[in-house]
């Protein structure tokens, strides 16, 4: 299973620093958590901030854009040297245009459902795009409880990807720790975004990121 590690929970005063750990610990993308204050009552942070993580490290990039009406935004994520932008369905009422959009900026296309939302909100988008990231605590907040009903949205989301037979990338943000990383990994998902269980202050981020690992290859 992929880990990709978002800073929001990072140690912003060493960016730099800490994503470079994050790198040396073997993780494999870098989660971007973009939040405008509209869509979610939260705000972190925008292209800029991308921009400068990217510059940080050679490992891709991904923008989880919690944004309204994102397609004002995409231009801004490519100049920021971004591989993948994920958007909310709940965000996006002409998510074919949107998707399209991001396609021809050159970059991968993820979409996002909220908790509740219903899966078939995307069905007809997956065969389209890169990624699919179910959403397993309500955005907007880092160090959140995971939603133990996220285990079987997971499960069905695999389900319909293997009947539509796409192979886009099943991920998976919100709660992740050593503790519900494999329930997650045995529904189906493919990568695992894991925010407080790396940045935390009660642990380094190596540390952070073996405790995972250890998790995925226990036999029990
Ligand atoms: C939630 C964000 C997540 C979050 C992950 O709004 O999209 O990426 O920061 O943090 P943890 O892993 O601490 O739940
Ligand atoms: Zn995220």
Same mark, same amino acid.
């Given at each position: 299973?992929?880990? +990709?590690?978002? !800073?929001?929970?990072?140690?912003?005063?060493?960016?730099? $620093?800490?994503?470079?750990?994050?790198? #040396? +610990?073997?993780?494999?993308?870098?989660? =971007?958590?973009?939040?405008?204050?509209?869509?979610?009552?939260? !705000?972190?942070?925008?292209?800029?901030?991308?921009? +400068? *993580?990217?510059? @940080?490290?050679?490992?891709?990039? $991904?923008? /989880?854009?919690?944004?309204?009406?994102?397609?004002?935004? =995409?231009?801004?994520?490519?100049?920021?040297?971004?591989?993948?932008?994920?958007? /909310?369905?709940?965000?996006?009422?002409?998510?074919? +245009?949107?998707?399209?959009?991001?396609?021809?900026?050159?970059?991968?296309?993820?979409?996002?459902?909220?908790?509740?939302?219903? =899966?078939?909100?995307?069905?007809?988008?997956?065969?389209?795009?890169? =990624?699919?990231?179910?959403?397993?605590? $309500?955005?907007?907040?880092?160090?959140?409880?995971? !939603?133990?009903?996220?285990?079987?949205? *997971? #499960?069905?989301?695999?389900?319909?990807?293997?009947?539509?037979?796409? @192979?886009?990338?099943?991920?998976?943000?919100?709660?992740?720790?050593?503790?519900?990383?494999?329930?997650?990994?045995?529904?189906?998902?493919?990568?695992?975004?894991?925010? @407080?269980?790396?940045? @935390?202050?009660? /642990?380094?981020?190596?540390?952070?990121?073996?405790?995972?690992?250890?998790?995925?290859?226990? #036999?029990?």
């Amino acid at each position: 299973m992929k880990l +990709a590690p978002s !800073i929001y929970t990072a140690d912003f005063a060493r960016l730099g $620093e800490q994503i470079r750990e994050a790198e #040396q +610990a073997g993780v494999d993308w870098m989660h =971007l958590d973009v939040m405008d204050g509209h869509f979610v009552p939260n !705000i972190t942070f925008g292209a800029l901030v991308c921009a +400068a *993580v990217r510059r @940080s490290t050679n490992l891709p990039c $991904e923008a /989880h854009l919690m944004v309204q009406d994102p397609d004002r935004f =995409l231009a801004d994520f490519q100049r920021a040297g971004m591989q993948r932008v994920i958007v /909310h369905v709940e965000a996006c009422p002409h998510l074919y +245009a949107t998707i399209q959009n991001i396609r021809k900026l050159g970059m991968q296309a993820g979409v996002a459902l909220n908790p509740l939302t219903p =899966l078939s909100a995307v069905e007809e988008a997956l065969p389209l795009v890169d =990624l699919v990231l179910v959403m397993t605590v $309500e955005p907007g907040f880092g160090g959140q409880a995971y !939603i133990s009903h996220s285990t079987q949205r *997971v #499960q069905r989301m695999r389900a319909m990807l293997d009947r539509l037979g796409v @192979s886009a990338e099943l991920e998976v943000d919100g709660g992740i720790s050593a503790e519900t990383i494999r329930l997650v990994r045995d529904a189906g998902a493919t990568i695992a975004v894991v925010g @407080s269980a790396v940045y @935390s202050p009660h /642990h380094t981020v190596a540390e952070g990121v073996r405790r995972l690992r250890e998790a995925l290859a226990a #036999q029990t």
